[in-house]
């Protein structure tokens, strides 16, 4: 068996909403090991954008734990999640989240620009084009976003997410702002990526979209369901 990449142990996150205490995910338990393709699917509200900006420490569980690549995270400090988030994670998001004043290359090397001690102003040029070639976008190095298509700036994005090399890219409905060909363009581009070994948890409502996963989660009411996920078969 491959490398755990993400373990949970009945993570939780509530909320105070008006002197009333809402939980928003109860209990989680989750493993992903290297490699993995992973979707996690449910309704509005269900709790599985909760799950992921769990996962992607852009929030901090109520209780429960999580580790990451065998690191327990819940104990750290905001700087040192910062710092773990921009290393070893990688985002898509349904929205694309390109600043629009900056070219394709710029926004690619947006995570490195933050550590130019280690990544100087040629190296974050040359990481951005080797990523954008992967997305196969290498001629549109220079073009901003509003010079560029949805699917064009979904590879984009997708190229973001690769340019630290990260340990997981987690994708927040990936197709949701795409039309039904791009978006299976996007698809067969993540499934490619997965099949290269980088792994994946993506969050999705469209079961057409979560198929292309090696397994599928149901979120229902703030609960995983870890004892119903269905192996997809390819």
Request: proline share 2%; glycine share 8%; net charge negative.
């Amino acid at each position: 068996m491959s490398a755990e990449i993400i373990r949970t142990e009945k993570l939780t996150r509530a909320y105070s909403m008006g002197g009333n205490v809402v939980t928003a995910l109860r209990e989680a338990d989750l493993v992903v090991h290297a490699g993995e393709f992973i979707a996690l699917m449910g309704a509005s509200g269900s709790g599985k954008s909760t799950l992921l900006n769990l996962l992607g420490l852009l929030d901090r569980a109520t209780a429960g734990e999580y580790w990451l690549e065998g690191a327990a995270v819940s104990s750290l400090r905001r700087d040192e999640l910062a710092d773990l988030r921009g290393k070893r994670i990688g985002f898509v998001f349904q929205n694309f989240n390109l600043l629009p004043r900056y070219s394709a290359w710029e926004n690619v090397a947006l995570p490195l620009a933050y550590r130019q001690e280690e990544f100087r102003e040629q190296d974050q040029l040359d990481r951005a084009r080797e990523a954008l070639a992967r997305v196969q976008l290498e001629h549109r190095l220079e073009h901003n976003p509003t010079e560029l298509s949805g699917g064009e700036r979904q590879r984009v994005a997708i190229a973001r997410a690769l340019v630290t090399q990260p340990a997981v890219i987690l994708a927040d409905e990936p197709t949701g702002n795409l039309d039904s060909n791009t978006g299976v363009e996007i698809m067969r581009l993540l499934k490619e990526l997965n099949e290269e070994g980088r792994t994946i948890v993506m969050v999705t409502h469209d079961l057409n979209v979560a198929r292309h996963a090696n397994r599928i989660y149901q979120v229902r009411d703030g609960v995983l369901e870890t004892n119903e996920a269905v192996h997809v078969a390819h």
